[in-house]
């Protein structure tokens, strides 16, 4: 009966091989944010209407999830009432750039 120790260190080793490096993941990060700003904005700007004037603390970056032609965003803002208790978010659903789906989350 042979060792099975080195048949499971070659598919170890070829798998973890295969991730991205952290340069090619910051890389991909920033090349989404930026190609997703001119959506954060136009999703950001249907939030704003939707608090008709409830004053909020934005958080600071918004949830983004790519998926080829399809981008997800969602943000997430604060109310500064201190009797308010849930936070408000907000999702947007573009399809090839254009909104399809925007509303509380």
């Known amino acids: ?5 080195p ?8 798998v973890a ?3 991205p490096s952290p340069e090619e993941v910051a890389l991909a990060t920033r090349k989404t944010v930026t190609a997703t700003e001119p959506l954060v904005a136009r999703c ?6 939707s608090l008709a004037g409830l ?9 983004i999830a790519n998926y080829g032609d399809a981008v997800t965003i969602r943000l997430e803002a604060q109310p500064t ?3 308010a208790i849930n936070d408000k978010i907000y999702s947007c659903d573009f399809e ?10």
């Open 17 to 19: 091989g295969c991730k």
């Open 44 to 49: 950001k700007a249907e939030f704003v209407k």
């Open 55 to 63: 004053p909020v603390t934005f958080d600071p970056g918004p949830t």
């Open 1 to 5: 009966m042979r060792p099975l120790l």
């Open 7 to 14: 048949f499971l260190l070659v598919p170890a080793l070829l």
């Open 81 to 83: 009432d201190p009797n």
């Open 96 to 105: 090839q750039g254009e909104m399809v789906r925007h509303g509380p989350a």
